[in-house]
């Protein structure tokens, strides 16, 4: 139904800096948010792409990079959750002849409704291969052939926008738009670099900061920005009062370095560990996290319990994929979780108070347990998210049902004590608790209805049409 969860980067320099090397630190500094491709577009050039990471660049890319040069451009980090990863579905997509823009998207969008607006508007009826990106972006094009601003084009299509989506554009005129769904699931941010005088839009402010530049705000949920050699533009295409901030984005997506809605995501993630030692007070001699996403959870709850923080589990950080993570990389995740080591003198024959952000299939969770704390006398299993049923359709790779853990083994059940009982079994723990809604909520430190958490409650009001659950097959094609 859908396409990617990612990051997205535009920089506009308004004193003629070449931004192609800001552009491809920037999109470094994302790497966490996909690692499957990347890309990037200035004006009146191709498309830039190429698979894996940004820094596995050959004597070849560095020499055609080094030859780009321009005062705008856009940038993209791809992790796929339903079209197939190769390079032709990277980002930046190339739409249209005239007008010729360039698209990057962080989000989900459902390819039945845009396919519907395409065929009732245009008469043109796209193939089923065609990306959700690719769709939002000929519906555009439609719009603007048709004498539309970029406002009345966003505007027109919205009602066909069921699902997330973050942008940056950039026209082939040299204009660098920004735009954020009205729900504001997914970040987006403005920053500034005094010194090269350049606007930068960013998935998160962590690229801000590798920048050295200043966040300047959030973008609003609802906003579209247009920057030229005029500076910015605010305007508006959709108001909403009910926003719904991905509470994953706070748990695990995110950078911890990284400001979303004001809030510091590793501060956050530190105050939720402290709830869940108020929810579970567990005796145990030390806290350790699962690396690396839950360490600050981990910490906040050994700074409330008063349990000594320990780093027990190591990951490899020297292999090609040492800090490659094991959620946004699924057919590749056992691999991952290998290559994390024990630290036997930390956790031999300790009661351990086992500290990670979300069990989503329960492979990573069953392999660390299983072979990497197989010498630990006990294992309590803590969870910062709460217990995850749902497919998510906004943008995470967990869109079946029947991939979830939770719901293979508990179905509807929704007595949390049962829950935790019936995952512990099946993980190999003495003990596992999950999180509650109101308990991630207040450690975030946004209301409950401000959070999107549809993976946790099935709740799918958020969106414009309640989605249709379908197989991994149906999502990939």
Known sequence: MLQEHCGVIG???????????????????????????????????EPFKRMGIVSWMDEETSRVLGSLEGNVGVGHIRYTTTSRSILRNAHPLK?????????????????????????????????????????????LYHNLRRGLSWVEAFEAVNPYLNGSFSLTILTDNGELIAVRDERGFRPLCLGWHEET??????????????????????????????????????????????????AFEYTYFAHPSSYIEGINVYQARKNIGRE??????????????????????????????????????????????????????????EEVIY???????????????????????????????????????????????????????????????EELLVYRICGSLSDIEEINRRVAKEIGVSFLGYNDVEGLSRGIGLPKEQLCVACATGDYSCLKQQPRFKSREEMKS
């Open 11 to 45: 920089i506009y320099s308004l004193k003629g800096r070449n931004v192609v090397k800001p552009l491809l630190r920037g999109l470094e500094s994302l790497q966490h948010r996909g690692q499957e491709s990347w890309g990037i577009a200035l004006p009146k050039h």
């Open 95 to 139: 739409i249209g002849s005239s007008p010729i823009f360039y698209i990057c998207h962080n989000g989900t969008l459902d390819r039945d409704l845009l396919r519907r607006y395409l065929s009732k508007e245009s008469g043109y009826v796209p193939n089923e291969s065609v990306t959700d990106t690719e769709l939002l972006g000929l519906c």
């Open 197 to 246: 005088e350049s606007y930068i839009v960013a998935s998160e402010s962590c690229a801000l900061s590798r920048l050295n530049a200043e966040l300047i705000r959030d973008i609003e949920p609802g906003e579209i920005l247009t920057i030229t050699g005029d500076g910015v533009k605010e305007e508006r295409f959709s108001e909403s009062e009910k926003h719904a901030h991905c």
């Open 276 to 333: 869940l030692a108020r929810k579970y007070p567990v005796d145990g001699h030390v806290v350790i996290p699962v690396p690396d996403s839950a360490r600050p959870a981990a910490l906040g709850y050994s700074e409330k319990s008063g349990i000594p923080f320990e780093e027990g589990l190591m990951k490899d950080r020297y292999r090609r994929k040492g800090s490659w993570r094991s959620f946004i990389e699924p057919d590749k995740r």
């Open 339 to 401: 290559n994390i080591t024990p630290i036997g003198h930390v956790v031999d024959g300790k009661d351990i108070i086992l500290i990670d952000d979300s069990i989503v299939r329960g492979t990573s969770s069953r392999i660390i347990v299983r072979e990497k704390l197989k010498r630990a006398r006990s294992i309590s299993f803590l969870l910062t998210f709460p217990p995850i049923r749902f497919p998510c359709y906004m943008g995470i790779d967990f869109p079946t049902r």
